[in-house]
């Protein structure tokens, strides 16, 4: 195994630069996903450290060893696609195994890789039988365990579980976190989908307009956001901002003054969901829906013409059309200046 060293990263199409000067290092055995909407750059990055993308710049070490300039067969790294791409003539075994019998490895070598990845994937009662009598679940196990078989010093997922219902990628999040813990291999992992960098992850980077916004734990993302945008993209539902203004006493929002900075200029509050509270002297709000879920209830509201939610861990009726007062958790306010974004 190695960790992944990423420095001053650029890529370009023509004149048009998509990556500009990313750095990231990845610990040995660490679990990073890189996580942004689409068009960030997070695919791309990935590809460049599998080799499928050249650099224009910077410098990418697997190890001990700068890579720019290695193609991706002696990069020591295993890749698993958003699609499976499986070969549907050959048997699961077969599939597994193919990348070593390009390398010529011995005939029980590779029987016996096979044999181990099946067992941890728990793919052994399929190894004779073609990708077309799988599931899609067991086809993603499939394409893992071609990855396992070849030992890599590091692993690469580009949106593995996307093509996967809602039910299956929880089950598999939880195979890939029990995977990783298993054989503690260097793992990237691009997601577009910021639950799954929360579920999986040691940490997170986050990305937009090919720049990195932020880099750290799942917690350390969710608890203190270093901008506007790190605040509404982590989390789900995400953080509120309500508009507000600096004021010499703190930030004022409607008629209610919260504690903070002293200053003029508009700023965002932000209060995630849960952290909203019924109290008689709190904001008015307008009910627009209300979605009870068992275990909670989700509430759309507006607020001076701004979309509002909020979550309750205890039942609630309330009514479309009606007026309730909520509060914003004093302790777990967030503070951003509204033309930067950036955390005040």
Same mark, same amino acid.
């Given at each position: 195994? #190695?960790?992944?060293?990423?420095?001053?990263?650029?890529? +370009? @199409?023509? +004149?048009?630069?998509?990556?500009?000067?990313?750095?990231?290092?990845?610990?040995?055995?660490?679990?990073?996903? %890189? !996580?942004?909407? *689409?068009?960030?750059?997070?695919?791309? %990055?990935?590809?460049?450290?599998?080799?499928?993308?050249?650099?224009?710049?910077?410098?990418?070490?697997?190890?001990?060893?700068?890579?720019?300039?290695?193609?991706?067969?002696?990069?020591?790294? #295993?890749?698993?696609?958003?699609? @499976?791409?499986?070969?549907?003539?050959?048997? !699961?075994? /077969?599939?597994?195994?193919?990348?070593?019998?390009?390398?010529?490895?011995?005939?029980?070598?590779?029987?016996?890789?096979?044999?181990?990845?099946?067992?941890?994937?728990?793919?052994?009662?399929? $190894?004779?039988?073609?990708?077309?009598?799988?599931?899609?679940?067991?086809?993603?196990?499939?394409?893992?365990?071609?990855?396992?078989?070849?030992?890599?010093? !590091?692993? $690469?997922?580009?949106?593995?579980?996307?093509?996967?219902?809602? =039910?299956?990628?929880?089950?598999?999040?939880?195979?890939? =976190?029990?995977?990783?813990?298993?054989?503690?291999?260097?793992?990237?992992?691009?997601?577009?989908? &910021?639950?799954?960098?929360?579920?999986?992850?040691?940490?997170?980077?986050?990305? &937009?307009?090919?720049?990195?916004? &932020?880099?750290?734990?799942? $917690?350390?993302? @969710?608890? =203190?956001? /270093?901008?506007?945008?790190?605040?509404?993209?982590?989390?789900?539902?995400?953080?509120? %901002?309500?508009?507000?203004?600096?004021?010499?006493?703190?930030?004022?929002?409607?008629?209610?003054?919260?504690?903070?900075? *002293?200053?003029?200029?508009?700023?965002?509050?932000?209060?995630?969901? /849960?952290?909203?509270?019924?109290?008689?002297?709190? %904001?008015?709000?307008?009910? =627009?829906?209300?979605?009870?879920?068992?275990?909670?209830?989700?509430?759309? $509201?507006?607020?001076?013409?701004?979309?509002?939610?909020?979550?309750?861990?205890?039942?609630?009726?309330?009514?479309?059309?009606?007026?309730?007062?909520?509060?914003?958790?004093?302790?777990?306010?967030?503070?951003?200046?509204? &033309?930067?974004?950036?955390?005040?």
């Amino acid at each position: 195994m #190695a960790g992944v060293k990423i420095q001053d990263i650029r890529k +370009s @199409y023509g +004149s048009t630069e998509v990556i500009h000067g990313v750095n990231v290092d990845i610990e040995d055995g660490e679990f990073v996903a %890189l !996580v942004g909407p *689409s068009g960030c750059g997070k695919s791309t %990055l990935l590809r460049m450290i599998a080799g499928l993308e050249p650099i224009n710049n910077g410098t990418i070490a697997i190890g001990e060893r700068v890579v720019n300039n290695l193609p991706p067969a002696e990069r020591d790294i #295993a890749m698993v696609f958003q699609t @499976y791409a499986l070969y549907p003539h050959k048997s !699961v075994a /077969e599939n597994m195994g193919f990348a070593l019998k390009v390398a010529k490895a011995d005939r029980s070598e590779i029987d016996r890789r096979v044999r181990e990845a099946a067992e941890i994937l728990s793919l052994t009662e399929y $190894l004779d039988r073609k990708p077309r009598h799988l599931s899609g679940g067991q086809r993603q196990r499939v394409a893992m365990g071609r990855a396992i078989v070849r030992d890599p010093q !590091v692993f $690469l997922f580009d949106e593995p579980l996307s093509n996967l219902d809602a =039910k299956l990628r929880i089950q598999m999040r939880t195979e890939i =976190k029990e995977l990783h813990q298993r054989l503690k291999t260097t793992t990237v992992f691009v997601t577009h989908d &910021q639950i799954e960098a929360m579920t999986l992850a040691d940490r997170i980077v986050v990305m &937009q307009g090919g720049r990195i916004e &932020q880099i750290g734990t799942p $917690l350390e993302l @969710y608890d =203190k956001p /270093e901008n506007a945008f790190v605040a509404t993209f982590i989390g789900a539902p995400s953080m509120n %901002l309500l508009e507000g203004t600096l004021t010499d006493e703190g930030v004022r929002v409607g008629d209610q003054l919260f504690a903070g900075p *002293s200053g003029s200029g508009k700023v965002w509050l932000g209060v995630r969901p /849960e952290h909203l509270i019924l109290a008689e002297d709190g %904001l008015p709000m307008e009910v =627009k829906v209300v979605e009870p879920t068992g275990s909670e209830t989700m509430v759309f $509201l507006r607020f001076g013409g701004q979309d509002v939610t909020a979550v309750f861990r205890e039942r609630h009726a309330f009514e479309s059309g009606t007026t309730i007062r909520l509060k914003p958790d004093a302790e777990h306010l967030h503070i951003f200046d509204a &033309q930067t974004g950036a955390r005040i």
